[in-house]
């Protein structure tokens, strides 16, 4: 089966360039029915985490569900989360941005004295549940 070359448009990353040329020059050489090298694989789990599986895949011409699947398997360290506490009796206020692996981006301003649980916040406002 033959892959078509991606849009242009999908690829405005030198890191995602590069995968694709790798992948392009391996296509043109392998043999029929051959397996994606382990290594073209992993730079693409990496780019995935970064970017969102279903720009790489579609950039990359790869099957979706293959790449989330390995990403999945790759243990992709969690976010890690600070705990910040104001001084006694002042009134304090900061700015926390969060995105999620797919690009979803969603801000949150916090003014007051007491501390929010904020990871609890994020998870319900996007659906997680762990």
Do not use: H
Request: net charge positive.
């Amino acid at each position: 089966m033959k892959t078509a070359t991606p849009p242009r448009s999908l690829i405005n990353d030198n890191t995602l360039e590069r995968i694709r040329k790798r992948l392009d020059a391996w296509r043109k050489s392998k043999k029929p029915r051959t397996r994606i090298p382990e290594t073209l694989w992993a730079a693409a789990v990496e780019e995935a985490a970064r970017c969102g599986v279903n720009r790489v895949a579609k950039a990359l011409g790869l099957d979706y569900y293959s790449l989330k699947k390995r990403l999945d398997a790759s243990g992709d360290p969690a976010p890690v989360f600070m705990e910040l506490l104001p001084a006694a009796g002042s009134v304090w206020g900061c700015s926390i941005e969060l995105e999620s692996r797919d690009g979803t981006k969603m801000r949150i301003q916090i003014k007051g004295t007491e501390t929010p649980d904020v990871v609890a916040l994020g998870r319900e406002l996007w659906g997680i549940s762990r």
